[in-house]
């Protein structure tokens, strides 16, 4: 079992930096991918960055590439989100996923907000 705690979200301004972090708690031995993805009013969950553990590979949606990271802090079951200049199109509820040999877990999302 593995549960997941996103932290971070937050009302920021276009242009504007937030670092998004996930807490893993449970068993990350069998997790193939972590990831995160995001969700806005009216619009479908859609995948914002994933990175495969066998390969060592990170992927990132087209809209956030060059502006958003992806990284792993293992020896602190931790997986962050860094978003630079950030659009009000990034505005959502972004949740932490992991996929194990077992099963895709979520966190409860955190919100973040983009306006002036």
């Known amino acids: 079992q593995l549960q997941l705690a996103e932290s971070g979200g937050a009302l920021v301004q276009p242009g504007g930096s937030l670092r998004l972090s996930c807490t893993h708690t449970?068993?990350?031995?069998?997790?193939?991918?972590y990831g995160w993805f995001r969700q806005a009013p009216g619009k479908e969950r859609e995948l914002v960055s994933c990175f495969t553990v066998n390969v060592g590979t990170t992927d990132y949606a087209d809209s956030v590439k060059a502006r958003f990271t992806l990284s792993i802090n293992n020896a602190k079951n931790m997986t962050y989100l860094q978003m630079n200049n950030l659009k009000v199109e990034d505005a959502a509820v972004y949740y932490c996923?992991?996929?194990?040999?077992?099963?895709?877990?979520w966190g409860q999302g955190t919100q973040v907000t983009v306006s002036s």
């Open positions: 449970g068993v990350t031995s069998n997790v193939n991918a």
């Open positions: 996923n992991a996929i194990s040999d077992y099963d895709n877990y």
